[in-house]
């Protein structure tokens, strides 16, 4: 069984770029949530995919965008970088069910620097 | 609103001194509460789920438990290698079924 996968490990931008953080899912689940985890905070919930659709968002502005493949893999895109978005970038899988409550699974996680 | 509140911040525990951390949450509808474990630099790692009140779950030195309004990561005997931060999240059926809601964690150090 494959765990959750997510590039590059590191990244460095500077004020005003845009970045894409890829993620590939758990074998076996359909969806996709991604996270912010600033220094010393727990995560914060960005967005979730499921179907290939946004299933869900947190308070972040609409420069922190995404999509998800058929192959259940996703793509974070974040515009107009701010020295705020500095943080480590979480990506979790899971299986939403009709019942259950969904236990994510997270990847290792993107760390991103902004300059 | 919704919140987690983790307690304490740190907690520094000699080699087979148990004790506990402490998660206290408020929602609207608990949906599920889990902990995980993070190492520094790495992503949370599962621990455990818990669905409903008087539920309890055990993985080798951890013990977790959950009442109405907290739960608790009982550890017993820690070893350094249990040294890590804890994070508890929640899912409140209240909000989106993706949408976990995290405290800032206990970061536990544990002398050998």
């Known amino acids: 069984e494959t765990g959750v996968t997510q590039s590059p490990t590191h990244l460095i931008k500077t004020r005003g770029q845009q970045v894409t953080l890829r993620c590939s899912s758990q074998?076996?689940?359909?969806?996709v949530s991604w996270y912010q985890q600033a220094l010393g905070q727990g995560p914060q919930f960005i967005f979730q995919?499921?179907?290939?659709?946004?299933?869900g968002r947190g308070n972040f502005p609409p420069r922190f965008s995404g999509l998800q493949f058929p192959n259940y893999s996703s793509e974070l895109n974040v515009n107009a970088l701010e020295l705020d978005d500095s943080a480590l970038y979480l990506c979790?899988?899971?299986?939403?069910?009709?019942?259950?409550?969904?236990?994510?699974?997270f990847g290792p996680g993107t760390r991103l620097t902004v300059l | 609103e919704d919140q987690v509140t983790q307690s304490p911040e740190a907690l520094r525990l000699q080699e087979g001194e148990s004790s506990s951390l402490n998660c206290s949450y408020t929602?609207?509808?608990?949906?599920?509460l889990f902990w995980y474990r993070q190492d520094p630099g790495k992503g949370p790692e599962f621990l455990f789920t818990?669905?409903?009140a008087g539920e309890e779950k055990e993985k080798e030195r951890l013990k977790a438990t959950l009442t109405k309004k907290e739960s608790f990561l009982h550890i017993t005997a820690p070893k350094p290698e249990d040294s890590a931060t804890y994070l508890c999240?929640?899912?409140?059926?209240?909000?989106?079924?993706?949408?976990?809601?995290f405290g800032k964690g206990t970061k536990l150090s544990v002398k050998p």
């Open positions: 979790a899988s899971s299986l939403i069910t009709p019942r259950a409550a969904d236990t994510q699974y």
């Open positions: 818990l669905y409903s």
């Open positions: 999240a929640v899912g409140d059926y209240g909000g989106s079924q993706g949408n976990l809601i």
């Open positions: 995919y499921y179907r290939e659709e946004e299933n």
């Open positions: 929602v609207s509808g608990l949906r599920g």
């Open positions: 074998s076996g689940h359909n969806t």
